[in-house]
């Protein structure tokens, strides 16, 4: 069995460059969308092998004991 492929079918009622600004604004929503989740995963706790949490931004800083 062949694997699936996607079919663009054009539209007779959208012009060429609108086609391009549909798909411009999808892009745009999809690196927003990309940026939000990325901004959340910044905030959630990340939990340590020895069993701590501590925020993602804080991870990778080292605690320098005197």
């Known amino acids: 069995m062949s694997s699936p492929r996607v079919a663009r079918c054009s539209r ?21 969308c990309f940026e939000h989740c990325k901004k959340e995963a910044a905030t959630l706790p990340v939990s340590r092998p020895d069993g701590t949490e501590t ?3 804080s991870a990778n800083v080292s605690s320098l004991s005197d």
């Not at 460059?17 to 999809?30: C, E, G, K, S, Y």
Request: cysteine-free; charged content about 30%; glycine content about 4%.
């Open 55 to 57: 925020k993602e931004g």
């Open 12 to 32: 007779p009622s959208i012009s060429p460059q609108q086609a391009r600004d549909i798909r411009a604004r999808v892009w745009i929503f999809a690196f927003e």
